[in-house]
């Protein structure tokens, strides 16, 4: 089965810029659109970007579109979250989503979660 190895993240200090970065391992025939969640302390997970196969943006909220950019690199099966000028409500575990279909994988697989903390 397909899965989704996250990296990046850590503390950032307000202002700062970091890269999150979403790879999928196993055998891959097609990834649909990709996706970064993020959940905040007590708080639910929320849809926080997408991007679809065509490399378009498909949703990115106004909190964070001039701030936060979301891509994809369809050769290496990933996606890519940077997040620069954070603040401290970015505070959050971050995770990728996105639909694959492969050998043995057919349906929506989790990244990990990775944590951001925004703090000085």
């Known amino acids: 089965q397909v899965q989704f190895v996250e990296s990046g993240g850590g503390l950032v200090q307000p202002g700062g810029s970091t890269r999150l970065s979403c790879v999928a391992s196993g055998s891959v025939d097609v990834i649909f659109g990709m996706a970064w969640y993020r959940q905040a302390p007590g708080k639910e997970r929320k849809l926080l970007a997408t991007?679809?196969?065509?490399?378009?943006?498909?949703y990115i909220p106004d909190s964070v579109k001039d701030r936060f950019t979301i891509s994809r690199d369809d050769a290496e099966h990933s996606v890519t979250l940077q997040m620069n000028n954070v603040r401290l409500e970015d505070t959050a575990i971050y995770y990728c989503?996105?639909?694959?279909?492969?050998?043995?994988?057919?349906?929506?697989?989790w990244g990990q979660g990775t944590q951001v903390t925004v703090s000085s």
């Open positions: 991007i679809n196969q065509e490399h378009g943006v498909a």
């Open positions: 989503h996105a639909y694959i279909r492969g050998p043995d994988t057919d349906g929506y697989v």
